[in-house]
């Protein structure tokens, strides 16, 4: 997931077109205080029609407390991830128009930095959960279990 070549500095170009399905996309990414990643969303074009494919995302600070957490889990029928992977869970959700998409968020023990990552549109034949969950599992060494 963090082969070169890299979008964002970070994703793997292959990672992101295996997941995604796309050919062709814009990577667009940001970075928070002290030149820290902060997102990278992937889409096919930056139109208002563009498709989103893929976004990650880390909060520091989270903008969810426990409760906050729990209970988003709970509302979208959420599923914990595996305890190697530390605290957080996936699930799939429901976009405004109808769009399934498979989401893992994570987060530190003190609950103070969370990761996302929403693959919005899948590659056909994927299961997008498993991928987002791998990116998950790729990053979070990365972007969350750094010392600040």
Request: charged share 25%.
């Amino acid at each position: 997931m963090t082969a070169a070549p890299q979008e964002c500095e970070l994703i793997s170009a292959s990672a992101i077109k295996i997941a995604t399905g796309f050919k062709d996309y814009t990577a667009v990414g940001t970075k928070m205080k002290r030149g820290l990643f902060a997102s990278c969303s992937v889409a096919e074009d930056l139109s208002a029609a563009g498709k989103l494919g893929l976004v990650i995302e880390v909060f520091d600070p989270s903008p969810n407390d426990p409760e906050d957490l729990e209970n988003t889990k709970v509302f979208t029928g959420g599923t914990d991830l595996p305890a190697r992977l530390g605290p957080g869970f996936t699930m799939r959700r429901k976009s405004s128009e109808g769009q399934t998409i498979a989401s893992v968020y994570g987060w530190t023990p003190d609950y103070q930095r969370l990761l996302t990552i929403d693959i919005y549109r899948g590659a056909p034949g994927r299961d997008s959960l498993a991928d987002a969950t791998e990116f998950f599992r790729q990053l979070k060494p990365v972007l969350l279990d750094k010392p600040k």
